[in-house]
């Protein structure tokens, strides 16, 4: 458990409305990542975070902005949700590890937001 | 441009025996390699984790292996249970990133 909880789990928005999806982390990780995932797809890096207020664009990046005023929360926005970001999404955090064969970063994913947009 | 590539969608073996997840990759630059399992309506699992300095790493019933000049890394369940049905991410981030790329996924059903 990588103490990262992810509201709501579940959405159904309407074509052109706005949508935010939060990301909250309980352990102060500086890296979080936005992820989606699509059938065919595995799961593409929207944005990520590398502390407050900073932030880069992922593979899938267009029509979608982020947030991130406190280490804590990482804010996923949807500006005008299109029926194209209808998707599951996984909020991430990284964590050094250094163990027996792997000393790198590992990522730990949330529990995931559904949404659809219809 | 898919850099992380599984090529099996579907796997299905019996109970007991060893199930083995394909893994192809095509930026040398790549150093880390993870594998995550996601059952259906969960988030992905951290399942077991190489660095490219090494060729194998076991972690009870999972092993990884890396082979660096092939480009090519595989994840064996020995013995493979029913609970392992699920879907195996095989995902590869390079030295100075941050980031994981990810294959599509192999589905694995273990069947009694």
């Known amino acids: 458990d990588a103490g990262i909880t992810q509201s709501p789990r579940h959405k159904v928005t309407e074509t052109g409305t706005p949508v935010t999806l939060r990301c909250h982390q309980t352990?102060?990780?500086?890296?979080m990542y936005w992820y989606r995932q699509d059938p065919g797809h595995g799961l593409r890096l929207i944005h990520y975070?590398?502390?407050?207020?900073?932030?880069d664009k992922g593979e899938v990046s267009d029509g979608y902005s982020v947030s991130r005023s406190k280490t804590e929360d990482f804010l996923l926005t949807l500006e005008s949700a299109t029926s194209s970001q209808t998707s599951v999404y996984f909020c991430?955090?990284?964590?050094?590890?250094?163990?027996?064969?792997?000393?790198?970063?590992?990522?730990?994913f949330g529990e995931g937001s559904w949404l659809t947009v219809v | 441009d898919q850099q992380v590539k599984q090529n099996s969608p579907s796997l299905s073996v019996q109970e007991g025996r060893i199930s083995i997840l394909n893994c192809d990759y095509t930026n040398s630059m790549f150093d880390y390699f993870l594998w995550y399992k996601k059952y259906p309506a969960e988030g992905p699992t951290f399942l077991i984790s190489i660095s490219s300095i090494k060729d194998k790493n076991e972690d009870g019933r999972f092993t990884v292996f890396l082979n660096k000049s092939a480009k090519h890394l595989s994840l064996h369940i020995v013995p493979s249970q029913p609970g392992d049905s699920a879907v195996y991410f095989c995902?590869?981030?390079?030295?100075?990133?941050?980031?994981?790329?990810f294959g599509k996924g192999t589905s694995l059903l273990v069947t009694p």
């Open positions: 352990e102060n990780h500086r890296y």
């Open positions: 991430a955090i990284s964590e050094p590890t250094l163990k027996r064969g792997y000393s790198g970063n590992t990522i730990y």
């Open positions: 995902a590869a981030m390079k030295n100075s990133g941050y980031a994981l790329n």
């Open positions: 975070s590398y502390g407050v207020k900073d932030t």
